[in-house]
């Protein structure tokens, strides 16, 4: 089992920046990816950021690239999302999520954390 807790969430102005942070606990020895998806009010869940292991390599989607960066810190097992030049668009909630090495998919999930972009 990996348990994940996020915290940096909040409202902020249209052009402002926040960070997220993405806590892992438990099997973490087990992680390959960790990830960062969001889900916006009558919307599907979708893919905004993922990160290797090892940190090594990232992935972003188009709408993020550039302007959101995701970065891990394997001394604290935490995850980051660094979110620069926000939009009203990317309010949603924001959910941190692992892929373990034995998953095809993202398995463990956080409780999401709620991020508003006014404009």
């Known amino acids: 089992q990996v348990q994940l807790v996020e915290s940096g969430g909040g409202l902020v102005q249209a052009g402002g920046s926040l960070r997220l942070s993405c806590a892992a606990s438990?099997?973490?020895?087990?992680?390959?990816?960790m990830g960062w998806f969001r889900q916006a009010p009558g919307k599907e869940r979708e893919f905004v950021a993922s990160i290797t292991q090892s940190g090594a390599r990232t992935y972003a989607s188009d709408s993020v690239k550039g302007r959101f960066t995701i970065s891990r810190d394997l001394a604290k097992n935490t995850a980051y999302l660094q979110m620069n030049t926000l939009k009203p668009e990317d309010t949603a909630v924001y959910y941190c999520?692992?892929?373990?090495?034995?998953?095809?998919?993202?398995?463990?999930w956080g409780q999401g954390t709620q991020v508003t972009v006014s404009s």
């Open positions: 438990g099997r973490i020895s087990k992680i390959y990816h």
């Open positions: 999520a692992v892929r373990t090495m034995t998953s095809d998919e993202y398995n463990y």
